[in-house]
């Protein structure tokens, strides 16, 4: 190692004036000098590199993330969650429709008005499961984009630390993609849960009940046509 290579060493690691502008004989005052680390120890360069570093990584997080198209995979996940409910609303609405007519024509009453008014409350529930489908799907949207948000930031925070921008990217797509197999996992069942229950048939019942019960009384009331009713008493005056 040369003087002058060693001089250098010397600066950078311990800092302070330059070795050469040090007296070398007695009497002599320190003389005006290139080099010196400037009193740090090479603090300052190192916290420069530093944050050099943080800045490359964060910027390659963000340009992962801004170049991932994830507003289309959000579009895509709320429109999947939702056709999946949808169909079990559709199959339920189904299945209740049938068993719905099929009570109806045991007692007689398909066509009446209890067919008319379980017909509407069959609509409302299937209407009111569609609504649910929608606020799902745009739950699991919404769920997927905070997940995002979070990695992100996460990672950003661990790029404070000084990770290169190597780590970083790999970090960042590895986030991704979990966060997209977390978000397919939505996908896999419906979750709008059961729409025509027991408190719905005990409704079709009832109005089943209350068609036949009309019916019934109507009858009731015809079967002694033109003859005086056993029942009816005859508050009036008799003569002799």
Not at 9 to 20: D, L, Q, W
Not at 162 to 176: Q, S, V
Not at 205 to 217: C, D, F, T, V, W
């Amino acid at each position: 190692m040369t003087t002058e290579q060693l001089e250098a060493y010397a600066n950078a690691e311990f800092g302070g004036p330059a070795i050469g502008a040090w007296p070398r004989n007695k009497g002599e005052k320190l003389r005006p000098h290139k080099g010196g680390g400037g009193g740090d120890g090479g603090a300052g360069a190192r916290e420069s590199e530093r944050q050099q570093r943080i800045k490359a990584a964060t910027e390659e997080i963000n340009r992962i993330f801004a170049g991932s198209d994830r507003d289309s995979m959000y579009t895509e996940q709320k429109g999947a969650v939702y056709d999946l409910n949808k169909m079990e609303v559709d199959r339920q609405a189904k299945e209740a429709e049938r068993t719905n007519r099929f009570a109806l024509a045991r007692t007689g009453l398909l066509g009446g008005s209890a067919d008319v008014e379980a017909a509407s409350e069959l609509n409302r529930r299937t209407n009111e499961g569609l609504l649910r489908a929608g606020g799902i799907a745009d739950q699991s949207a919404a769920d997927l984009k905070v997940q995002d948000e979070r990695t992100r930031s996460n990672l950003i925070s661990m790029a404070q630390s000084g990770i290169d921008t190597g780590t970083a990217a790999t970090m960042a797509l590895e986030g991704l993609k979990g966060n997209s197999q977390q978000a397919a996992a939505a996908r896999s069942g419906a979750t709008v849960g059961g729409l025509f229950n027991d408190l719905s048939q005990a409704y079709l019942i009832n109005q089943q009940l209350a068609g036949r019960n009309s019916a019934n009384a109507a009858m009731a009331g015809q079967q002694w046509y033109g003859v005086s009713s056993p029942q009816t008493t005859y508050s009036g005056k008799t003569t002799n």
